[in-house]
């Protein structure tokens, strides 16, 4: 998740001002995975997974781009 968070800031940092920090990737992985963890036992089962995303209407709406794509 991390590698992919960092591409996505590799790609989306350059666009931004100011300037995203270094750990910014790292911090935003952090805060999705305290965010799934429902029952905070340190491991994001698929159904916790599932379920955030589900509830979460930020991930809802970006998902959403993929249903034309499919």
Do not use: W
Not at 49 to 62: G, R, V
């Amino acid at each position: 998740m991390l590698e992919i968070m960092k591409s996505i800031y590799d790609m989306m940092g350059r666009c931004t001002h100011p300037t995203l920090r270094d750990s910014a990737p790292a911090e935003h992985v952090e805060l999705f995975f305290q965010k799934m963890d429902r029952n905070g036992d340190g491991v994001v089962t698929f159904e916790e997974f599932l379920e955030t995303c589900q509830k979460d209407k930020d991930i809802m709406s970006s998902m959403q781009i993929f249903e034309n794509a499919i």
